[in-house]
């Protein structure tokens, strides 16, 4: 980790503009930061409520390659909303759309009306897309690249607009919100009419699938230690195999949705071991990107939650003692993690709506607001 703070740092302190020197990797092959090239797919990583203290967390707690160490390129995003706190709703938006807007907000700017998304920009290029959570896929953070509401909290009015949004393949939990509404509609037909395959009870493959759902469970997947077992890793894993078929490219969200709500229960050991399976998967995704060479990665956080840091126990430098200093989320900067083509471009310090613009540039469109 010695070697992963000095590489952060150091990340910082360069211009994002010297794009001709390359970040020297000890012991990494095959990385590379070209900023002309464009990539033919974007897949971005959110790990809800995961700030700097809790990937610091990764080397004390996880046995073994901590993927979020692998990165060439670094940088740091600013997450506030119109508030000075921004909850998930707000931050996903920002990330979705490039807009600031208010706590709870879905795809809306901060006078509640309806902005465009990067996947619906995606759709633009015929590009196939996807997004997945582990929790349910109506939730804040996923909603935001595929719905428009004024409130998180909507989940029947959000379920329905991924009924209307053409995305090709969502994986996550929140069934209810499709087959036990209170307008007593199933939705599950009207997914089934538009194409999609579907399945409510695990992650089997379907090769012949053109697009493609998995909602398990009725509301929210359990968590990592209540047997969920490697959804992430799965889902992520069968996005890439059903998106990658696209000759016009993919875009793909996928979040680590729970590594949040054991910073809200100030419970570390929930924590920990969400983050751990989040990078896990973040472990497959830079392989194949690695290996597929035209994929750009970029691993973030929403905002981090629980005030956390890993002290010294009663002064004793060998033994750490994690504690959190609230319930909450916090205004922390948080760190943005690149690889892949134009990874170059999320060095430095910027508002986290520099994401989607920068995102955006690098698919080929100038200027979001034309299209």
């Not at 009870?201 to 209540?226: C, F, H, M, R, V």
């Not at 077992?229 to 696209?246: I, K, M, N, P, Y």
Request: proline share 2%; charged share 20%; hydrophobic share 35%.
């Amino acid at each position: 980790m010695r070697y992963f703070l000095t590489l952060f740092f150091c990340t910082l302190l360069t211009s994002c503009h010297q794009s001709s020197q390359s970040i020297a990797i000890s012991s990494k092959k095959n990385f590379h930061s070209d900023t002309t090239t464009r990539p033919k797919n974007i897949i971005l990583v959110i790990g809800d409520g995961t700030g700097l203290s809790q990937i610091s967390s990764l080397e004390f707690y996880k046995n073994g390659q901590v993927h979020y160490e692998r990165f060439p390129v670094i940088g740091l995003s600013k997450v506030s909303s119109t508030s000075r706190i921004t909850d998930s709703g707000a931050a996903a938006t920002a990330l979705a759309c490039g807009e600031k807007t208010f706590n709870r907000a879905i795809g809306v700017d901060s006078l509640g009306q309806s902005i465009p998304n990067i996947i619906e920009f995606a759709h633009t290029k015929n590009m196939a897309t996807g997004v997945i959570a582990t929790s349910s896929i109506t939730h804040a953070t996923p909603a935001s690249f595929y719905a428009h509401d004024e409130s998180r909290y909507h989940h029947e009015m959000i379920a329905k607009a991924l009924t209307q949004s053409e995305v090709t393949y969502f994986a996550g939990s929140g069934l209810q919100y499709f087959n036990q509404r209170s307008d007593q509609n199933n939705l599950l037909d009207t997914l089934v009419k538009k194409g999609y395959t579907l399945d409510t009870t695990s992650l089997s493959s379907y090769p012949d699938a053109q697009k493609l759902g998995y909602l398990i469970g009725a509301t929210e997947l359990p968590k990592i230690s209540e047997s969920r077992g490697d959804f992430l890793v799965q889902a992520s894993s069968l996005g890439l195999r059903l998106l990658e078929q696209s000759d016009n490219g993919f875009f793909l969200m996928t979040e680590g949705s729970q590594v949040d709500w054991g910073g809200h229960d100030n419970d570390f050991n929930y924590m920990v071991a969400e983050l751990i399976d989040l990078d896990d998967t973040i472990g497959t995704l830079l392989d194949y990107a690695i290996a597929d060479q035209e994929t750009l990665l970029i691993v973030t956080g929403d905002h981090a939650t629980g005030g956390l840091v890993l002290a010294a126990k009663d002064g004793d430098y060998n033994v750490i003692e994690p504690k959190f200093s609230t319930g909450n989320h916090t205004g922390d900067w948080i760190p943005v993690f690149a690889y892949g083509p134009g990874a170059q471009n999320f060095a430095g310090v910027y508002e986290n709506t520099e994401i989607y613009h920068k995102m955006i540039h690098l698919l080929g469109t100038e200027e979001a607001t034309e299209n």
